[in-house]
Every structure is written in structure tokens, then in C-alpha cells.
């Protein structure tokens, strides 16, 4: 009878205490309502997201000789209250990204 006792007290405890642990919380959601578009200067693009958490980073297109290739930001925080925007740089400043896209993340 004791150990049933035990048994049920152990599991109720754990019970209590497992939702409570760290990482255990309900997760945010991830980034969302972003946006992206050339920057004031034709061969740098960027990217930004209005709500959730986690991160973004701009993808632009960047013509080459033999085709185009994709160019990445660095990953920026996205957070309420915090301005996460990223900029990708084609590495020919004289031509013009050929488009503009984001990546997003969890945390």
C-alpha cells in the first residue's frame, strides 16, 4: 500500500513539475508578415518581419557572368520593439540585384 502511495505521489509530482521546466514553455511563433524590396541603392536588397520571434536575413539575386547567384544578409533578431533588418549586398555594385527574398528561423 505505501509504495502505491509513492508511486502516485512521484507521478503527480512529476506531473507538476515537468510542464514547468525550462524550454518546456509554449514556443512563439515564428517570424511572420515579412517583407522585402531592393534598397535605396539598386545592388543591396533587404528584409524585415512585423510579428513573431525568431530571425530574418535578405536574399537577393545577384547577376555574374555565367548566370546569377543567390547573396545573404547577415541573420537579424525579430522581436516586438526591435528593428531586425537585414541587408544582402550584391558584390557587382554597378549592376542591379535581379530580385529579393527573405529566410527566416526560430530561435
Do not use: F
Request: hydrophobic share 35%; with cysteine; charged share 15%.
Amino acid at each position: 500500500m505505501k509504495k502505491t502511495i509513492m508511486a502516485v505521489m512521484t507521478a503527480a509530482t512529476v506531473g507538476i513539475l515537468v510542464p514547468a521546466a525550462p524550454g518546456t514553455a509554449s514556443a512563439e511563433p515564428v517570424p511572420s508578415g515579412c517583407h522585402s524590396g531592393w534598397y535605396y541603392q539598386n545592388y543591396k536588397t533587404w528584409a524585415s518581419c512585423d510579428r513573431g520571434s525568431g530571425y530574418v536575413r535578405a536574399v537577393a539575386t545577384c547577376p555574374t557572368s555565367s548566370g546569377s547567384k543567390k547573396v545573404y544578409g547577415p541573420w537579424r533578431v525579430v522581436q516586438p520593439g526591435i528593428d531586425g533588418q537585414s541587408v544582402a549586398v550584391c558584390p557587382d555594385h554597378n549592376r542591379k540585384a535581379l530580385a529579393h527574398d527573405w529566410d527566416i528561423k526560430k530561435y
